[in-house]
């Protein structure tokens, strides 16, 4: 038997640009879906709006009315979300499902699982971009309550998976992808600057074509993701912590969280001469 209602109240936790994708992609199997508005910018009320949400003043009253509770927002933000949930919360006997779809590290996870109740939280994490078609994104599940999580997603533009019954499953999957879609395009940020800083910008560029690489394309996509690094900072930070928690060198991870803060802070293009 399902740990979720019919037609189950779900509140999101917030409306960002992957958030109002999965508020709208819930509304089918819920009776309403909610977000809350307090101390949130006027691009995520105007998302929400669009996406047919229906508003509640803050946290603490969407905590009291959902069944199933999706947090989908900066990493950085992850675990402050669910003390927001957890003290609205406070000793109820209605304890909410609550589903962590960040790019957070397995331990975050946990501990929002301490947090919130450890048969209460459903670990997610979201592979594609915001869905609004089928076909492009997976968000994979894991822990005691994925399969019902994963029944809400049912025909809806998400393909959800479940990848277990522990939480922090689906998080350590999505830190090994992020190693490979973050911090390795984060090495061209770092090229860019030492070859600057260097003075060798020019003739590293065609050293690269010799060998069929394009350097300007490949700083460009780095460079480009300006909007999104600050955000993609904070998940470096929680893949560098994934990775020690198995003992591994979390320095990739780490070196590629500092130059996506750099990039989002205006702090590149300025390496200081040798
Ligand atoms: N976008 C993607 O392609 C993508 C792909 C896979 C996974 N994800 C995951 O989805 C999550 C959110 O990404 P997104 O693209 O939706 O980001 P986004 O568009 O920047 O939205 C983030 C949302 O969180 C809110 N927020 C900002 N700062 C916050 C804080 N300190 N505390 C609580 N909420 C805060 C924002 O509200 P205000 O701006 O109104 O304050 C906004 O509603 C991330 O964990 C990311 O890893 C995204």
Not at 114 to 143: F, K, M, N, Q
Request: charge should be neutral; include cysteine; glycine fraction near 10%.
């Amino acid at each position: 038997m399902s740990r979720i209602p019919p037609r189950p109240v779900i509140g999101v936790l917030h409306p960002g640009a992957m958030g109002a994708a999965v508020g709208a992609a819930l509304r089918p199997a819920a009776g309403s879906v909610i977000w809350a508005a307090a101390g949130r910018s006027r691009e995520t009320s105007k998302r929400a709006e669009l996406a047919d949400l229906v508003g509640v003043p803050d946290v603490a009253a969407l905590a009291r009315r959902a069944d199933v509770i999706v947090s989908v927002c900066p990493p950085q933000a992850a675990l402050e979300v669910a003390e927001e949930v957890g003290a609205a919360l406070g000793t109820s006997a209605r304890r909410p499902v609550y589903v962590d779809a960040n790019a957070v590290a397995p331990g975050t996870v946990r501990r929002i699982g301490d947090l919130l109740g450890v048969d209460d939280a459903v670990d997610g994490a979201i592979i594609g971009p915001p869905a609004w078609e089928r076909g492009r994104t997976v968000l994979w599940l894991s822990g005691p309550a994925a399969a019902d999580v994963a029944a809400l997603f049912a025909r809806s533009p998400f393909d959800a998976r479940v990848l277990g019954p522990d939480l922090g499953t689906a998080s350590a999957l999505k830190a090994c992808f992020a190693l490979q879609s973050k911090a390795l395009p984060a090495i061209w940020l770092e090229i860019a600057e030492a070859a600057r800083g260097y003075h060798v910008e020019d003739a590293l560029r065609g050293e690269l074509a010799r060998f069929g690489v394009d350097y300007r394309a490949a700083v460009d996509a780095a460079t480009g993701k300006e909007s999104s690094a600050w955000r993609w900072a904070g998940e470096m930070d929680e893949a560098a912590a994934t990775m020690a928690a198995l003992g591994l060198p979390d320095g990739f991870s780490r070196a590629a969280g500092e130059l996506y803060r750099r990039l989002a802070e205006g702090r590149l293009n300025r390496t200081s001469e040798p």
